[in-house]
């Protein structure tokens, strides 16, 4: 079964750190654009990061600039999200999902099109409160 696994949410304080995980299985995410998203109830799915099959590109909206690290290990078919400096701004259920149009993404045009993106996983819930 071709599937991405969210986990590592949780709750944590505001100024807190949380790393989320996106695990492939049934496929190699080696050949892909990989993204991270959010979604809070009531809103579209908004892009957060995303990183290019070849680690060289990434891209974070400015909301997340210099709080969120996006990385990935491929030997591990794993990508990450770090995520410091956390804000109840922040709260909201995390995907991951693979573009399979594209290998690269490194501007907010290769993550907001998010028709382009598959093999959502099911989330992980992140809450940021005190």
């Known amino acids: 079964q071709v599937q991405l696994v969210e986990s590592g949410g949780g709750l944590v304080q505001p100024g807190g750190s949380l790393r989320l995980s996106c695990a492939a299985s049934?496929?190699?995410?080696?050949?892909?654009?990989i993204g991270w998203f959010r979604q809070v109830p009531g809103k579209e799915r908004e892009g957060v990061s995303c990183?290019?099959?070849?680690?060289?590109?990434?891209y974070d909206v400015d909301s997340v600039k210099g709080r969120f690290t996006i990385s990935r290990d491929n030997a591990k078919n794993t990508v990450y999200l770090q995520m410091n400096s956390l804000k109840p701004e922040d709260t909201a259920v995390y995907y991951c999902?693979?573009?399979?149009?594209?290998?690269?993404?490194?501007?907010?045009?290769?993550?907001?099109?998010?028709?382009?993106?598959?093999?959502w996983g099911q989330g992980t819930q992140v809450t940021v409160s005190s």
């Open positions: 990183i290019s099959y070849n680690i060289g590109d990434t």
């Open positions: 049934g496929f190699t995410l080696d050949y892909y654009a």
């Open positions: 999902a693979a573009n399979l149009m594209r290998s690269r993404c490194g501007n907010y045009e290769h993550l907001a099109a998010i028709h382009e993106y598959a093999y």
